[in-house]
């Protein structure tokens, strides 16, 4: 009985949370509208409480550890004034979000050209409510998940991306959420709103990160719209600490004859759980989504893939790929949903387990559930250890099995990162993967 | 179109041909269920002291699960809810104890039974297949019984093997599925009134496959049976399971238990031809399927292997799954599904590798027609000393008609490094090419579609035995008739 109450008190210690930073002023000239809408998240999530273990969307992944530790929200956190901890374009286009605040110090949003606008979402919000509330909140349905809910309600600091119509900008655009180390654990609510207008074309680089000891909560929501013809190249990256829980929630809504390449790449981190969420809502829309996830001991990697079909002639294709070592816990739950009068679907959905150790676990579950007939459904999943009969070929072509192994394990892992566009991106990502692989490797000898 | 359109409509028009009632004379308990029913139920059939405890246990925990809302419904059917209190839990032709021989049965139950096309009569020895005749709640004929005896192989009536071989019945029931497995399981511990038992001896080959057929025939009824097969080292059986209804515009129960064991290097080869009433095509009627299946190859090199075709009930929901125990057992899953009309089937299967070298195959296909929903659902559980474990999956799904729906749901479970698993699963409709190829051929579209759809549960169609085999492909065009659009 005492858990319980110490449950539900601690859902309305984040309640109390929002009286306190309205009354601090934190959300000060935003609309009332949206002081509205927080109330009504706030209240859906201390309706639905935290997501438990019975519930099936949550069997494997089990939040007990976070409700246990109290959050502090700092009404905003320090200033962040160290150097640059994080990869970068040196004119590269950027927004940097340290310990919930804008980091404009570290950001860059000079030479921006026309029609690109990257910009606080908190700001937005103040200076054009009309604007900002035409998208925010528009994907993000926060009525039945609570992890949206509270992060609707609290949410201070976050970016909001625009690409106007026909504007073409590959840069990319880089959005970094930097956590440092402090004393008390911190709940943080990274909010990203992306709107990319009809035939316009972006790349752009959603980067999570946590420095040293640091241990916090990020509670994170991206919402991303795509107009007609538009497409974009989003890849989500994860360098969370492994004292850290990460709950993402990423919203993409695409209309007609848009496409939308999404690739997450979760390289640490103590609890990650990604609920990504695709609907192809207008014909000739197109999703790729990609993920690469690498757990070692200590991480739980959680990817809950979501795409729905929900007109006819829209495609997608899913591919996941994890690598597990030491005590290493990789889940994968992907869902493809075709609704009735979508026909004409081309579907097709890849989950691969490379399980580098015993003790390492691994639950793929890739579903389908289709209610028309005219369609090209199709999904795989594999779990195994690398394949000695290729080991053994390249041994004998004089390879050293060390090496060997780190060749096989690049390539398959490589599969994910080489379908980003972006030259530099990949590169970055194909360096941090290698540099994990070996770090992983001498850890396990 | 509109030509087609008609063919399906004729196919789909066509009815159940099994859906007829015997008028039979018969004792049925009044509905309702609590402790004095099980009491009676046991005390009906002179059951051991251990028995009627077992049961009572069983009855007290499914009470417990009822309050405590334990039904499971996570299952994607949607159904009424089961009024547990309305149905009548023991209903038993008329005319017992069990006869010796055929000619002390009742003769129109014999009808039945020919209506059936089940050959109960020892005249059609040629069958080569000994069959034990389930009728609403009990026995009422096993055939081949001397052949069988002289091979050791005891192959007799449930209750028949309590009076008998209270020992065994003692040892294994419930050891696979005890009573507190599931809703359903713990209800049928508690009420089973009858089904078959099986018991091959030491390093025997059973001579003949072996079948049962289940007939629910009174109204109002449950149907628990309870299947106990036990393959011992070395042995090896076949064996064969039926089943049809009456049609009804109420919807019945039938809730059973199986349970198969088998030890060091013995197989145990289970079949399935599921056809209860699956319901008018409006949806109404039909029986509630609901029923739980499970294996234990226990012994090293033992092999278990489930092959199902369902065509019939309204709602299935079950999962024949095999618990790979011994080192280098195997266990497997062959599987066709369909579902017409307003059918719904949630079926898969459970592969739980515990053993060294342990292999695992799932070869699944449902099929949905009119506005079926059909749904596979499935584990495969790799433990950490599952070394070199091997599961193979493959789940493919056939639409035939818009308004129907296909699921899959896999779920995969690995803790150890070297296990290897993987599943394909497709989902996909007739492809106007492939029709239009065997039009072209000259082939009625009817019969294109059948040869697409027999050609597509092939992989499984040629795993049973040859009687079933043929059956079920009949059964396939029966049950597609009129779904062709």
């Known amino acids: ?139 993000a349905n926060y009525a039945s998940r609570p992890l949206i809910a509270l992060n609707t309600a609290l ?55 946590g420095q040293g000891e640091a241990t916090y909560w990020a509670d994170s929501v991206t919402e991303i719209l795509l107009d007609r013809n538009a497409s974009m190249d989003y890849i989500l990256l994860q360098q969370e600490t492994p004292g850290s829980f990460q709950t993402h929630a990423l919203q993409a809504e695409l209309t007609g004859d848009s496409s939308l390449s999404l690739h997450t790449v979760t390289l640490g981190g103590g609890l990650v759980r990604n609920d990504t969420s695709v609907r192809l809502a207008g014909e000739g829309a197109e999703a790729y989504l990609g993920g690469l996830y690498l757990a070692g001991s200590g991480a739980h990697v959680d990817n809950h893939t979501k795409i729905e079909h929900a007109v006819p002639n829209t495609s997608s294709r899913e591919v996941y790929k994890g690598i597990l070592d030491g005590h290493g816990h990789g889940i994968f739950n992907g869902l493809v949903v075709v609704q009735p009068e979508a026909q004409q679907i081309n579907a097709d959905q890849r989950n691969n387990n490379l399980m580098l150790s015993d003790d390492a676990l691994v639950h793929s579950n890739p579903q389908l559930e289709i209610y028309a007939d005219d369609v090209k459904c199709s999904h795989g999943s594999t779990v195994g250890r690398v394949d000695d009969e290729s080991l053994f070929y390249l041994r004998t072509r004089g390879i050293d099995e060390e090496s060997a192994l780190r060749l096989m394990i690049n390539g398959y892992a490589g599969e994910v990162t080489s379908r980003i566009g972006h030259e530099g991106i990949r590169e970055h990502l194909d360096q941090l993967a290698q540099s994990w692989i070996d770090g992983e490797d001498t850890a396990s000898e | 179109m509109t030509s087609d359109q008609q063919t399906i409509d004729q196919l789909t028009s066509q009815e159940y041909k099994y859906g007829f009632v015997t008028d039979i004379e018969q004792e049925t308990l009044p509905p309702g269920l609590d402790e004095e029913v099980v009491r009676l139920i046991s005390a009906r059939k002179n059951e051991p002291r251990f028995l009627l405890e077992w049961r009572l246990r069983a009855y007290r925990h499914w009470v417990q699960l009822a309050e405590q809302g334990a039904e499971p419904h996570w299952a994607k059917a949607k159904y009424d809810p089961i009024d547990y209190q309305d149905i009548s839990y023991y209903s038993a032709p008329k005319d017992h104890p069990r006869p010796g021989s055929l000619d002390e049965v009742d003769p129109k139950l014999l009808e039945t039974y020919s209506k059936l096309g089940i050959p109960l009569e020892e005249q059609k020895r040629l069958a080569g297949v000994a069959v034990d005749a389930i009728f609403d709640s009990v026995s009422v004929a096993t055939t081949f019984k001397e052949a069988l005896a002289d091979a050791g192989v005891i192959f007799c009536p449930f209750s028949e093997a309590v009076e008998k071989y209270p020992e065994l019945v003692e040892r294994y029931l419930g050891s696979v599925i005890p009573h507190t497995d599931n809703f359903f399981a713990a209800l049928n511990s508690a009420v089973f009134s009858d089904g078959s038992f099986v018991y091959i001896p030491k390093g025997v080959r059973c001579p003949m496959e072996l079948s049962t057929y289940f007939r629910i025939n009174a109204a109002k009824t449950g149907q628990f049976e309870r299947t106990l097969i036990i393959a011992d080292d070395d042995s090896f059986v076949s064996y064969l399971e039926g089943c049809t209804a009456p049609m009804r515009d109420e919807n019945q129960l039938h809730a059973a238990v199986v349970e198969l064991i088998a030890l060091d290097n013995a197989e145990i080869k289970y079949s399935t031809v599921q056809n209860w009433y699956p319901g008018d095509e409006n949806g109404v009627g039909g029986i509630y399927n609901f029923v739980t299946k499970r294996g234990a190859c226990r012994g090293v090199n033992s092999k278990i292997s489930w092959t199902q075709v369902e065509t019939g009930s309204a709602v299935t929901w079950k999962y ?166």
């Open chain 1, 1 to 139: 009985m005492t858990v319980t109450t110490n449950k539900s008190s601690g859902i309305k210690a984040y309640g109390r949370h929002l009286d306190r930073l309205q009354k601090k002023g934190v959300f000060a000239g935003q609309p009332e509208e949206y002081a509205d809408v927080r109330h009504a998240a706030m209240a859906a999530f201390t309706k639905h409480g935290f997501p438990h273990r019975k519930q099936e969307e949550w069997r494997n992944t089990s939040l007990a550890a976070l409700q246990e530790t109290e959050y502090l929200l700092p009404e905003a956190g320090e200033h962040f004034t160290g150097k640059t901890p994080f990869y970068h374009w040196a004119d590269g286009t950027r927004i940097v979000i340290a310990n919930g605040r804008v980091a404009a110090g570290l950001s860059n949003l000079e030479g921006l050209p026309r029609g690109v606008r990257v910009e606080s979402l908190a700001d937005a919000l103040s200076s054009q409510p009309e604007r900002t509330l035409n998208y925010l909140s528009k994907a």
């Open chain 1, 155 to 209: 949410w201070s600091a976050g970016v909001f991306v625009e690409i106007s119509a026909g504007v073409t900008f590959t840069g990319p655009i880089q959005i970094i959420y930097l956590q440092t180390s402090i004393d008390q654990p911190v709940l943080s609510l990274p909010r990203t709103l992306v709107v990319a207008g009809e035939n316009s074309q972006v790349t752009i680089l959603e980067q999570h990160m």
């Open chain 2, 320 to 485: 024949p799954s095999c618990i790979l125990q011994g080192d280098n057992s195997i266990g497997e899953f062959y599987s066709v599904a369909m579902t017409n009309n307003y059918q719904q089937a949630d079926t898969g299967s459970k592969m739980i590798h515990i053993g060294a070298n342990t292999r695992s195959t799932i070869i699944s296909k449902g099929i949905s027609a009119g506005f079926g929903q059909n749904t596979y659902r499935g584990q495969v559980k790799i433990m950490p000393g599952a070394v070199n474990a091997r599961n193979y999956s493959q789940c493919d799904s056939l639409l035939v008609g818009d308004r129907c729906g296909a699921h899959t749901f896999p779920y995969i479970d690995v803790r150890n490094s070297s296990a290897q698993m993987e599943h394909e699963a497709s989902t996909s409709s007739i492809g106007e090419d492939q029709i239009f190829y065997c039009r072209q051929r000259g082939l009625a579209i009817e019969d294109a579609v059948s040869l697409i759809v027999n050609g597509f549960c092939k992989d499984v169609f040629r795993k049973l035995p040859m009687e079933f085999a043929v059956e079920a492909q009949k059964l396939m065009e029966v049950s597609l008739e009129g779904a062709v659009g």
